[in-house]
């Protein structure tokens, strides 16, 4: 699974303007091996990325125990992501597609965030805190906000519509 930007360590996007599509299946447009940093108390970096790409899935064998996939993902950290400042425009096309995932905790502190996947807008394994910022998620599929443990709102505005099934 291919993606624009991939980062084995420490990722920090601080300014600047991002403009990437991922159209290869499974692919992402950003993907950290460690934590994700947008934006600071200042400014912010200005962050077009969609994902086109179908969920990668391969079978072994006639058991689906022994199924291996990849779904796409616009913005994914396998550890902490924080979200400062900034514009932020995200989508996913197909079905499995998600916006921004932490694999641990997802804290925005400020920011226009713009999300419209098939799957989750915002997933993250351990929590979920919005302390400030806009925040737009359409998920026509799933979750617009999926935390897998706790879910803080402690000032900002939230906008989010998940569809009715499968969850």
């Given at each position: 699974a ?15 303007t991002?403009?990437l599509?991922?159209?290869?299946i499974?692919?992402k ?12 108390d ?10 086109t790409?179908a ?23 396998d ?7 900034g ?15 932490s694999k ?16 989750d807008c ?21 979750d617009?906000?999926?935390s ?11 906008f ?8």
């Open positions: 291919a993606t624009c930007i991939k980062v084995d360590g420490k990722l920090e996007i601080l300014g600047g991002f403009d599509l991922s159209t290869g499974g692919g447009c950003i993907s950290t091996d460690s934590d994700a940093i947008v934006g600071n200042q400014q912010g970096p200005s962050i077009t990325a969609k994902t790409g969920r990668f899935v391969e079978v072994q064998g006639s058991n689906e125990e022994n199924t291996d996939y990849a779904n796409p993902k616009v913005f994914k950290a550890n902490n992501m924080t979200i400062n400042n514009t932020l425009n995200i989508s996913s096309t197909q079905n499995g597609g998600e916006g921004l995932e641990n905790i997802m804290t925005i502190n400020g920011g226009t965030i713009n999300i419209n996947t098939v799957d915002i997933n993250a394994a351990n929590s979920v805190v919005i302390n400030d910022g806009k925040i737009y998620c359409f998920a026509s599929g799933n617009a906000i999926d897998n443990g706790t879910l803080i709102i402690n000032g900002g505005m939230v989010a519509s998940g569809a009715n099934v499968p969850e």
